[in-house]
């Protein structure tokens, strides 16, 4: 059995063009971030990607 207590993954959903951020998903564990990936190449939304949510990078004055 896998030892899913360390997994975590954190990505964000994206409109291209603009740069907004749709949505904020966390999986918690491979086997959902593997069908989350599997799901959006069937979908194709034209438009729309995603990202890995970079921690530890606060947003500021300073930037």
Same mark, same amino acid.
């Given at each position: ?17 603009? $740069?907004?951020?749709? =949505?904020? %998903? ?8 593997? &069908? ?10 034209? $438009?729309?990607?995603? =990202?890995? %949510? ?8 300073? &930037?």
């Amino acid at each position: 059995m896998v030892n899913n207590k360390k997994y975590k993954k954190s990505i964000e959903l994206f409109h291209e063009k603009t $740069g907004e951020v749709v =949505r904020k %998903i966390c999986f918690r564990n491979s086997i959902a971030f593997d &069908e989350f990936l599997k799901s959006f190449r069937a979908m194709r939304y034209p $438009g729309y990607g995603w =990202r890995y %949510i970079v921690k530890g990078k606060k947003k500021g004055k300073n &930037e």
